[in-house]
């Protein structure tokens, strides 16, 4: 049992494994840092290959040799265990095979990026802000369990509470390749606070998760670049509504705008906007790529489009709804307070499934 032609191609991860496991011994590769880097980089990925490659061969082998048991021996007790190691071996070694399967098909290049997440109000009115802060709370949540960090750069509040709009950065690792699933339209079912005769209303909020674009990845000129300074507003001592600590930066080629007024320094303001807009440019040109994937997958998991209804949240049953994968779950105060895993893990599944598919697998 097992695929043997799977082996066949593992070959040659092998030979690539043991030939760059001598070149960084190399004292002249050593001394090539940007080369040795990279090296140490296939090494690491490639290790995780023979890994799971040699777990799959002792399974194979121990898998043959209770198969001869079980032709040759005729003791009722090795008979016995030949046949319960059998049995655990049919289930595992697909899933051994599985995961090789996934490793060898090429990652997502801007899964182990750091995020910038939008959140805004859609229809609804204030129960929409309302909602919206809600989402805002359940991400802050997720990212503390994880450890990782969120700096909020933007903020426009509702009138009843929440907001209207939240712009947020997410550092971490490999938090993309987790956020990613979030882009979307989330909405919510429930008699809202304002509501006086308590009738259930559905409003709506945008999430869009961006992956954080380095300098290298887009090239900004400054005669492209309006910047407008302005008093801060909001929570934030004596400097707001006195110094001109708040950004605007426009570009003009595209139009996008992007504003940070979190910081008291206009510096910091200008250096988190600059991020922000070179990561907005990138995912004009990512989108492209993301809309030729979703017209691959049935499930379009991970396309980050705006306007695709994804989930529903409906408090009077208590249950969440992913409508991508057909996923309904009855834990609605869980995953409000953050835990968003089982969700996750789920449609990491499906997409998986869905890129071993293309991957001729």
Request: net charge negative.
């Amino acid at each position: 049992m097992g695929d043997s032609t799977l082996l066949e191609k593992l070959e040659a991860f092998y030979i690539r494994f043991h030939e760059i496991g001598q070149l960084i011994t190399d004292p002249g590769v050593i001394q090539d840092m940007p080369r040795f880097v990279k090296l140490n980089k296939e090494y690491r990925e490639l290790e995780q290959v023979v890994e799971a490659a040699n777990v799959l061969k002792n399974g194979m082998k121990t898998y043959d040799e209770a198969r001869e048991i079980l032709e040759r021996e005729s003791d009722k007790e090795l008979r016995e265990m030949a046949e319960a190691e059998i049995e655990e071996l049919k289930s595992r070694l697909p899933e051994w095979e599985t995961k090789i399967k996934l490793l060898l098909v090429p990652a997502d290049p801007e899964d182990g990026k750091n995020v910038i997440l939008e959140i805004r109000s859609g229809t609804g009115g204030d129960e929409a802000c309302i909602f919206a802060g809600d989402i805002f709370r359940m991400y802050a949540k997720f990212v503390e369990a994880r450890r990782w960090k969120m700096e909020i750069t933007n903020v426009s509040e509702g009138a009843s509470g929440g907001y209207k709009e939240i712009v947020a950065n997410i550092s971490g690792s490999g938090v993309y390749g987790i956020m990613k699933y979030e882009s979307g339209v989330h909405r919510v079912q429930r008699v809202p606070a304002t509501e006086t005769q308590g009738r259930v209303h559905t409003s709506a909020a945008t999430v869009a998760v961006l992956p954080e674009a380095e300098e290298v990845d887009v090239e900004l000129n400054p005669a492209d670049i309006r910047k407008d300074t302005y008093c801060s507003s909001g929570p934030g001592g004596q400097s707001v509504n006195t110094t001109y600590s708040a950004i605007r930066l426009t570009h003009v080629p595209t139009g996008i705008v992007v504003t940070c007024q979190d910081e008291k320094s206009q510096i910091k303001n200008l250096a988190k906007a600059m991020k922000e807009l070179r990561s907005r440019i990138y995912a004009i040109e990512y989108q492209r790529y993301m809309d030729d994937i979703a017209s691959k997958r049935k499930t379009m998991v991970s396309t980050g489009d705006r306007s695709a209804k994804i989930r529903t949240y409906n408090y009077p049953q208590g249950r969440v709804t992913d409508h991508r994968i057909n996923l309904t779950l009855y834990n609605l105060p869980a995953i409000m307070d953050g835990d968003l895993d089982e969700i996750i893990e789920k449609l990491q599944i499906e997409e998986n499934t869905e890129r071993l598919k293309e991957s001729g697998f």
